[in-house]
């Protein structure tokens, strides 16, 4: 939550040769408007549903990261003829215990704000570890903007953390549900190092969706194409043009 389109640019840089490769940014996050009508799933599933008739490129391969692939489950449930494959990127239809409990801790330790991009650096050294400068960097210059003060602070709708927080429980068994509708190819992908995806809600996705394809992504935490690229985009181009 709160990432951008250009998450995605060192992975669409490797995919272009093969594919066309279109990363947005979602209600509420980047330049895109903070929305007023709210961030229910449904809405994000809609803005997706609405972005895809727009462009006229259904059916299509939809990737999600995150909040992303949390999305893209409501989407692929509620709009079955829209995707020829669906990617989710460690997060399924709900969250571990375990990985609520690092988000609540993160949380409170975050700042909101920051002098320049290089303490915004240091600072996400803690949330991600081990990751790249480069791509801790990279969400500073996109992800923050200045406020009338000068300061840095995040582009993101101040509100999303809270209103998303207060949606989770109410829509869980809504995302299970979708989650068991979902019609096309589907490969999740786990950080081998993240707590998001646990066994118990592994095993249920499992169970509900026997022909998914679950892949562990070594050497990788949360965001996984700060981790590791480049086998993220071998296993994309494996499973979407076989």
């Not at 692939?69 to 989710?88: E, F, K, M, Q, T």
């Not at 249920?204 to 690229?229: C, E, G, T, W």
Request: aromatic residues 8%; negative net charge.
């Amino acid at each position: 939550m709160g990432g951008t389109a250009a998450g995605w640019h060192e992975v669409a840089q490797l995919l272009r040769r093969d594919f066309r490769v279109i990363s947005i940014d979602q209600r509420g996050h980047g330049d895109s408007d903070h929305a007023l009508t709210g961030y229910a799933v449904t809405s994000f599933a809609s803005d997706l549903a609405t972005f895809a008739v727009t462009l006229n490129i259904i059916p299509y391969n939809y990737c999600g990261l995150s909040l992303g692939a949390r999305n893209g489950i409501a989407y692929a449930g509620d709009y079955p003829d829209h995707l020829s494959h669906l990617v989710l990127l460690d997060l399924g239809p709900e969250i571990s215990k375990a990985a609520l409990k690092l988000g609540q801790s993160t949380g409170t330790i975050r700042k909101k704000e920051w002098n320049t991009i290089q303490q915004f650096v240091e600072d996400m050294r803690i949330e991600y570890p081990g990751a790249p400068d480069e791509y801790i960097r990279m969400r500073g210059e996109t992800e923050l903007t200045q406020n009338h003060a000068g300061t840095l602070v995040p582009k993101a709708d101040p509100e999303l953390s809270r209103i998303m927080s207060s949606l989770r429980p109410k829509e869980q068994s809504y995302l299970w549900e979708c989650w068991s509708r979902i019609s096309c190819p589907l490969m999740v992908l786990r950080g081998d190092r993240s707590p998001y995806i646990d066994e118990s809600i592994a095993r249920r996705m499992k169970v509900l969706q026997p022909s998914a394809h679950f892949l562990d992504v070594p050497n990788s935490n949360h965001s996984i194409p700060a981790y590791n690229s480049r086998f993220l985009v071998d296993q994309l181009r494996q499973f979407l043009l076989d």
